[in-house]
């Protein structure tokens, strides 16, 4: 049983960079079937500084936090509260649908991090684009996510088809595991296109890959009419507002899983759980940064676009949303 609030221990300062960060609970029991702290959350995340710094850079991000552990409630925080420290960096994004704004976190250096731990927050969920054109995306985000049926051997033969179709494009995608059965793959773009553009041309891509694996693969939107053993190519992650657990992001479960830039050339090998806040570290020093070089190179979307002008794809196809996916 998770520690009370008598038992989370006398507060600690922990020095990040050139900051001092107070971490309040430090022996507050995160991950209850593993035992794991909130004081071992922190020295998780500063054990992979330089990739959680790199994946949240310069993004609106949005934080799940879990005040009393993984097995407590999950709070989506967009605002930053009053109260945070003046260095703390964050942007203001507008949502229209509330006719709102929000200042959210903006990482710029690992301190806002370990401060948003402090705050419980496990997972870190940033946006597509970056606070200086947070309307134009910069990065595509290729979901591969399995339905109730589907096992894992079927997503990493659908990442091959993922594979070959981004090198027939020219393209370089940073493969990722998701943090529980899926699969993610980023691909640095060009901040020239709005959310429904790139959405476009990620269904467009989506479309492509169910026509070469159309036994493993559904584009289709209504997740009633989806085959339960496929793999779903989510373009729809690719929506304003819409994120998805960075790299190196902690998942919100017992098992202390951690999304974790994979080489394309493991995928076969890989067992999802297999990387959690205990085993990365060490695969973090070793190999260092798998998504080093993300930012290195940056691609058009044209042939993709017009591949959606080809299948007559419009800005807001299969937009409606499906309660159960919301």
């Known amino acids: 049983m998770a520690k009370g609030a008598g038992s989370a221990g006398e507060p600690i300062e922990l020095t990040v960079g050139d900051r001092t960060v107070r971490l309040s609970s430090p022996d507050r029991v995160y991950f209850t079937e593993r035992g794991e702290t909130k004081r071992d959350l922190a020295e998780y995340y500063m054990s992979v500084g330089d990739g959680i710094v790199r994946a949240l850079r310069e993004r609106p991000c949005m934080l799940h936090r879990f005040p009393k552990g993984v097995s407590g409630n999950k709070v989506h925080q967009k605002r930053v509260p009053a109260g945070a420290p003046d260095w703390l960096e964050t942007t203001e994004i507008y949502f229209p649908r509330y ?39 910069d990065e595509w ?120 830039p994979v080489r394309w050339d493991e995928i076969d090998d890989i067992e999802p759980d297999d990387f959690t806040i205990a085993t990365v570290p060490a695969r973090f020093a070793e190999l260092g940064d798998l998504h080093a070089e993300i930012d290195d190179v940056s691609y058009r979307l044209d042939t993709l676009l017009e591949w959606a002008d080809r299948e007559e794809i419009g800005d807001d196809e299969d937009e409606t949303v499906d309660l159960d996916d919301a």
């Not at 402090?118 to 606070?131: A, D, K, L």
């Open 99 to 137: 006719g709102r704004t929000a200042d959210e976190l903006c990482v710029t250096e690992l301190a806002s991090v370990i401060w948003a731990v402090q705050m419980s927050t496990v997972e870190f969920h940033p946006w597509n684009s970056r606070r200086a054109d947070p309307e134009s995306p």
């Open 141 to 260: 985000r290729i979901d591969l996510d399995p339905m109730p049926d589907c096992t894992f051997s079927r997503i990493q033969r659908v990442s091959h088809v993922v594979e070959e179709v981004l090198d027939e494009l020219g393209m370089r995608g940073f493969p990722k595991t998701s943090g529980g059965r899926g699969l993610h793959i980023y691909v640095r773009i060009e901040p020239e296109w709005g959310f429904p553009q790139v959405r476009r041309a990620a269904l467009a891509f989506a479309r492509e890959v169910e026509r070469r694996a159309p036994k493993d693969v559904t584009t289709t939107w209504w997740r009633k009419d989806r085959d339960p053993a496929a793999v779903f190519v989510d373009y729809n992650q690719n929506t304003r507002d819409h994120t998805m657990a960075s790299a190196y992001s902690v998942r919100g479960n017992q098992r202390a899983t951690v999304s974790t």
